[in-house]
């Protein structure tokens, strides 16, 4: 009879459109790509589901914004995670994006049972929203901060469809009871009940004010909840929904997931509102909600807003997947925040893979291709076997069962150092037994001690590296290559243990795996991030937010003479003059102006706002030469945030039209005379 195979099913949050991908998604991504790839190799039937989130005014705005399509738009953003994750080596299984109609159907299979049900209710809603979000912020009052973000929130007012959240707080702390497991780490469980016990109201799921989204079934001037309409993708995906019956044994087969991997900042959504959901379906529950910390860079959290998020294509391009991949599992202590930088990424990839692995299969492999003519050796277990053998193969049982513990509880940090402990101790043994020495002498025991070296050595490489694998693919799979061995991802690792490695094997060709990597690849790293922010700078590409997409003021069309770009874009949403007397336009002169070395785009301005003397960096260096500059009246956001580009702080912010395909800046002018420190309204 043949044994059922063991289902895997883990899911990576769907990443909203509105952004480029950036290495905090990359992150969770990678996170779930090993712990995949690892059950595969346990031999269990894996599906490893990601994908994008394509619904809601924050996607229908950014959309407006950029002057396209929602659709055009998300098929856009959406390929480009696509191919990011195609290039980090992401073995998905499914890409799921909600804008299919697969899960389209599947959402309102949802809704409607919910309504069946009777869990779903229409009433009428006033309150505060915040849209960078998608959540309502009940207990805010008009003009103040979301709870999450920090950005202001927006008063809706609608007839909404309302789902009874209320009525599902005690079998929620229920569930969470009988389900020790269920959320990770025990921190979050605790912030979860708390938060179950005190807060729990009826959850708007439909919205009226705009409709990219999901029409509710029956009454398709509502459209869903952006979160009921994207946390559902976690079902639909495997098939919830769909009529036809191979996809029913899919989702009945797959479904519940076992892992749902999800950053700490929508713990609320997956951990009380997907399973309030789940449970007024009658759905069984996932089984592992576990939520990871932030990825910090220049001190906060890596995010669009905060115009701080490192490309992970700059660190592919420079040092490799693997680099990034292993500086996540080993430097970030998993479920905590964790920072990022250039340094921190080249030091842990000289010393651990350049220096450690790397050093380890080039000294053990060209040994062997040189006394051996590149066949693995023989060991021999009588005279030349030594306790130092027998300690190198203890280590190396000791640190397979190490490593799966810690890997299987999501203590990836210290599941790497134990494995490079073994590392180092191999790299121990070679300089104490000396196999170079060895090798110069002529007698049969000699040859028979570096043939038990070089296999030790050889064989410690082979398990460190299977072992690795699922974290740093692509270097893993080249060594075992080296070694002569076949596909590793097909390495069985429940029956992984010292001595498979056959005595014969021949290597294949030896080359190196992690050239080092010297201070200009920091460099070389800084200077593409700089280039792509400043360029984005030049754009000025709006945030989410009115307020913002207002200050920048991209949606102008292009004035006449210029050469007519395409059409102009769309205009952004509507705003209330409140919104707009946040921004301070001030009228400058430009005092001085030069170029930022090593930043063809960039300029750095003083200028004279009637007030004082403002520093300004602006992505301005290909449409303007500094001396046409100095004298010209210009316009400034007076009030931005500074921020530093290249080292360099910028007080504001010059506001320009933004022409043709590539964004080429015109700056804001006047016919009449005005004065420095003259407000524009
Ligand atoms: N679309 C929602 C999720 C819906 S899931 C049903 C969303 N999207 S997102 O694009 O904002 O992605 C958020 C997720 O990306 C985080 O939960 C985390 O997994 C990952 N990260 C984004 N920035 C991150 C850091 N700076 N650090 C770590 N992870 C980060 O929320």
């Known amino acids: 009879m043949s044994e059922q ?18 290495i905090g998604h990359t992150y969770t991504t990678v996170v779930c790509d090993a712990i995949a790839r690892r059950h595969r190799m346990f031999g269990h039937d894996t599906l490893f589901l990601t994908g994008t989130d394509e619904h809601g005014q924050k996607i229908e705005r950014s959309a407006a914004a950029n002057g396209k399509s929602p659709q055009q738009f998300t098929d856009e953003v959406s390929g480009e995670f696509r191919a990011l994750w195609d290039r980090m080596g992401i073995t998905y299984d499914k890409f799921i994006r909600t804008t299919s109609d697969e899960h389209k ?6 809704f409607s049972l919910l309504q069946e049900r009777g869990y779903i209710y229409k009433g009428s809603y006033t309150g505060q929203y915040c849209v960078s979000d998608e959540l309502y912020a009940d207990d805010n009052t008009p003009g103040t901060p979301c709870p999450v973000c920090g950005r202001i929130t927006e008063t809706v007012q609608e007839e909404n469809y309302f789902f009874k959240l209320s009525a599902m707080a005690e079998p929620l702390l229920k569930l969470y009871e009988e389900n020790p497991n269920l959320i990770y780490p025990e921190t979050r469980r605790n912030e979860v009940i708390a938060f179950v016990k005190t807060t729990l109201r009826d959850l708007s799921i439909s919205r009226t004010t705009f409709s990219w989204g999901i029409p509710v079934p029956g009454d ?7 979160w009921l309409d994207a946390l559902c993708n976690y079902a639909t995906a495997v098939g919830f929904g769909s009529p036809l019956p191979a996809d029913q044994q899919r989702y009945a087969h797959y479904w519940p997931a076992d892992v749902h991997m999800i950053g700490k900042e929508i713990v609320r959504f997956h951990c009380v509102y997907w399973p309030a959901f789940l449970l007024a379906a009658g759905l069984p529950m996932p089984k592992q909600i576990v939520a990871h910390g932030w990825l910090l860079f220049e001190e906060s959290k890596m995010s669009k807003s905060r115009g701080n998020i490192v490309r992970s294509e700059t660190i592919l391009e420079v040092l490799g997947a693997d680099a990034l991949r292993y500086f996540l599992f080993r430097e970030i202590v998993f479920g905590q925040d964790g920072s990022f930088s250039f340094d921190a990424l080249v030091q842990r990839f000289n010393s651990d893979l350049a220096n450690g692995l790397g050093n380890l299969a080039s000294r053990t492999l060209s040994m062997i291709q040189r006394y051996f003519g590149g066949e693995i050796p023989y060991p021999s277990a009588t005279i030349a076997h030594t306790p130092a053998e027998a300690a190198i193969a203890r280590l190396a049982e000791e ?3 190490e490593f799966n513990r810690l890997f299987d509880a999501y203590q ?16 121990k043994y070679i300089v104490e037994t000396q196999p170079w020495a060895v090798a110069e002498k002529e007698d049969r025991d000699s040859r028979s001690r570096l043939g038990t070296i070089l296999y030790t050595s050889a064989e410690a490489l082979r398990i460190i590296t299977a072992l690795a694998h699922p974290i740093i693919p692509t270097s893993t799979a080249k060594i075992f290559t080296q070694l002569g061995l076949s596909d590793i991802s097909k390495t069985d690792l429940n029956t992984l243990h010292w001595g498979q490695l056959n005595v014969g094997t021949r290597l294949g060709k030896i080359e190196p795996v992690f050239p080092r990597a010297d201070k200009s690849a920091i460099e070389r790293m800084q200077q593409m991030e700089e280039e792509r922010k400043s360029a984005a700078e030049a754009v000025a590409a709006p945030e989410a937010t009115p307020a913002a997409a207002v200050a920048v003021a991209p949606a102008v069309p292009a004035p ?3 050469a007519a770009p395409d059409a102009p874009a769309p205009l952004s949403p509507e705003i209330t003059i409140d919104d707009f007397v946040k921004i301070d336009l001030r009228v400058g002169t430009v005092l001085t102006a030069e170029k930022v070395e090593k930043a063809d785009k960039l300029l750095r301005l003083t200028v004279d706002i009637g007030l004082e003397v403002r520093q300004i960096v602006a992505g301005i260096a290909k449409a303007y030469a500094p001396e046409a500059l100095v004298g010209r009246k210009v316009v400034i956001v007076a009030n931005l945030a500074p921020r530093k580009l290249r080292g360099i702080e910028s007080q504001g912010m010059i506001v320009a039209a933004s022409l043709g395909e590539h964004g080429s800046p ?15 309204k």
Do not use: C
């Open 666 to 680: 015109a700056l804001a002018a006047f016919i009449e005379a005005v004065p420095n420190g003259a407000r524009l």
């Open 399 to 401: 640190t397979i069962v």
């Open 412 to 427: 990836f940090s210290r599941a790497l150092e134990a494995l490079w402990g073994l590392l180092s101790a191999v790299d």
């Open 5 to 22: 195979r063991q289902k895997f099913y883990i899911t990576t949050p769907i990443y909203y459109v509105n952004a480029r991908p950036h």
């Open 560 to 562: 006449e003479p210029v």
């Open 105 to 110: 159907r599947g959402v309102q299979a949802m």
């Open 220 to 226: 398709p001037a509502h459209v869903i909840y952006v």
